[in-house]
């Protein structure tokens, strides 16, 4: 092996003449040469992103972690303001945009949402707005509400009995009346016959002191009710209809609700009757449809002879102040001129009527039965 030096001024060069695997061993040291480069660099870099995190730390808030008991979820709520004058057959509009308000914030947060109804300035109440408040709130199981600060509608809501299917804005149910005036009934897929003659019997008892039947009635609302299931809402596990009664003076007043399509929307009309009604409102389509023009869509026949059944019983005397909210129409059938068009759009169909000692003995003196 020949080895050759040269002396610089600076560095000793080593020249390696004549020496085997020359090009191996100098192959060996330059990878070594570029691993301790590579390793190099990456000590640096970590070096500063450890001096990067070190100072991001220190300008973050520190939040201390809390040991104790979790608080529990408390769901977002709504609150709807009641209109002061919230009587459905004095100021149907109003109330119908009500309801609607509280539909809407259903729709929007079925299942997380609370809603909350203010009633500390309401003034007037019916039992009509009752039940279509009940029949409206029958999509929530979450809603709370306070007592009005008037002395009479207080007194009023006390006595009917409605605030026990409320609770408080705090969550507690309010305290039990035990001098209802008003009952508040709903069915599902079918209608109770046992309920519904017991409850006409108690309403004559009270008119009369003795029970009796009273079969227009009945037969009014074994037509509405099936009529509500079939047109309503198709989930029969909630609430098709709802039914008040209520006890008043020398009289007994009858609600019901349902919130489906409405009558103006499930009636079927040929060609001709289309090109018709194109020059008729909605008070005398509806009208007309009282009086049988229409057929129903569910072609059901006995379906199209329901609603001249119950004006029968009106035009009879059997009842009275019989009034119908359908769409965007309310129909007075026992007196056409108090008929009137909303602004709003009530979903579903609402029947009124009322029935007196001199109502009952007219149906009782009758000279032929009638067709109700």
Not at 146 to 153: A, I, S, T, V, W
Not at 171 to 184: D, I, P, V, W
Not at 191 to 220: C, D, H
Not at 225 to 240: F, G, L, M, Q
Request: proline share 2%; with cysteine.
């Amino acid at each position: 092996m020949h080895i050759l030096i040269i002396s610089c001024r600076f560095r000793l060069i080593l020249i390696y003449l004549h020496i085997p695997n020359l090009k191996m061993s100098l192959s060996k040291k330059n990878i070594r040469i570029r691993q301790e480069s590579i390793m190099r660099h990456r000590r640096k870099s970590n070096a500063k992103s450890k001096s990067r995190r070190r100072y991001s730390r220190r300008n973050k808030l520190t939040i201390p972690k809390y040991h104790g008991r979790r608080n529990p979820y408390v769901a977002p709520y709504v609150t709807i303001d009641l209109k002061k004058d919230f009587r459905i057959i004095d100021n149907p509009s109003e109330v119908v945009d009500q309801l609607n308000k509280i539909l809407s914030c259903r729709k929007r947060q079925e299942r997380s949402i609370r809603l909350d109804l203010n009633l500390r300035g309401v003034c007037h109440f019916d039992l009509g707005a009752l039940t279509c408040l009940l029949s409206t709130l029958r999509f929530t199981t979450n809603y709370r509400g306070n007592h009005p600060d008037d002395k009479n509608c207080r007194e009023f809501f006390e006595k009917s009995g409605f605030l026990t299917l409320m609770h408080d804005v705090n969550g507690h149910q309010f305290a039990t009346s035990n001098t209802n005036n008003l009952m508040f009934e709903k069915g599902t897929d079918k209608t109770s016959n046992a309920m519904v003659g017991g409850e006409i019997k108690r309403a004559i008892k009270y008119l009369t002191g003795e029970e009796g039947k009273f079969q227009p009635v009945y037969s009014i609302i074994q037509e509405i009710c099936p009529n509500s299931i079939e047109h309503a809402n198709s989930d029969t596990r909630k609430v098709n209809w709802m039914m008040g009664i209520q006890y008043d003076d020398g009289k007994v007043c009858f609600a019901l609700a349902d919130k489906g399509y409405g009558i103006l929307r499930t009636i079927k009309k040929t060609m001709t009757q289309k090109v018709r009604d194109q020059f008729r409102n909605d008070i005398e389509i509806l009208f007309a449809a009282f009086d049988k023009e229409y057929q129903s869509q569910t072609d059901d026949d006995n379906r199209n002879k329901g609603l001249p059944r119950i004006k029968s019983v009106a035009d009879a005397g059997f009842i009275q102040n019989l009034t119908v909210i359908t769409n965007n129409t309310l129909l007075n059938l026992s007196d056409v001129s108090k008929s009137r068009m909303l602004g709003v759009n009530f979903g579903g169909t609402f029947y009124y009527w009322e029935i007196t000692k001199e109502t009952y003995n007219r149906w009782k003196t009758r000279k032929q039965s009638i067709s109700a």
